[in-house]
């Protein structure tokens, strides 16, 4: 259901954008999640099925954005100003429904591979 792509290893203070691919028509809202080395799952930011609104965990607010093309089927993640704490690998995730999902990894109901992010300083 979910592909993501576009991770890689950048330096310190680089840019990347993340992609996820959705193969379904249906109406949905979608969020990002990471996943540190010996961490829990934590939430990046979400959106709803318009875009019109999204929500920024505080730790990449300012720095992150979250958007979507509907017409392709396809959430994105833009990432700058890269620090080695965003270091992980990220997922994107669906839940059904037109409003933004929450924080909450259960409030979710599929799931993509996830992609590697590599900060290196």
């Known amino acids: 259901q979910l592909q993501a792509s576009g991770g890689g290893l950048v330096q310190v203070g680089g840019c990347l954008r993340l992609?996820?691919?959705?193969?379904?028509?249906?109406?949905?809202?979608m969020g990002w999640f990471r996943q540190a080395p010996g961490k829990e799952r934590e939430f990046v930011a979400a959106?709803?099925?318009?875009?019109?609104?999204?929500n920024h965990a505080d730790s990449v607010k300012g720095r992150f954005t979250i958007s979507r093309d509907n017409a392709k089927n396809t959430l994105y993640l833009q990432m700058n100003s890269l620090k080695p704490e965003d270091t992980a690998v990220y997922y994107c995730?669906?839940?059904?429904?037109?409003?933004?999902?929450?924080?909450?990894?259960?409030?979710?109901?599929?799931w993509g591979q996830g992609t590697l992010v590599t900060v290196s300083s």
């Open positions: 959106i709803d099925w318009s875009g019109s609104t999204t």
């Open positions: 995730a669906l839940k059904w429904g037109r409003q933004r999902p929450g924080i909450r990894d259960y409030e979710y109901e599929y």
């Open positions: 992609s996820c691919a959705a193969r379904t028509f249906s109406i949905y809202g």
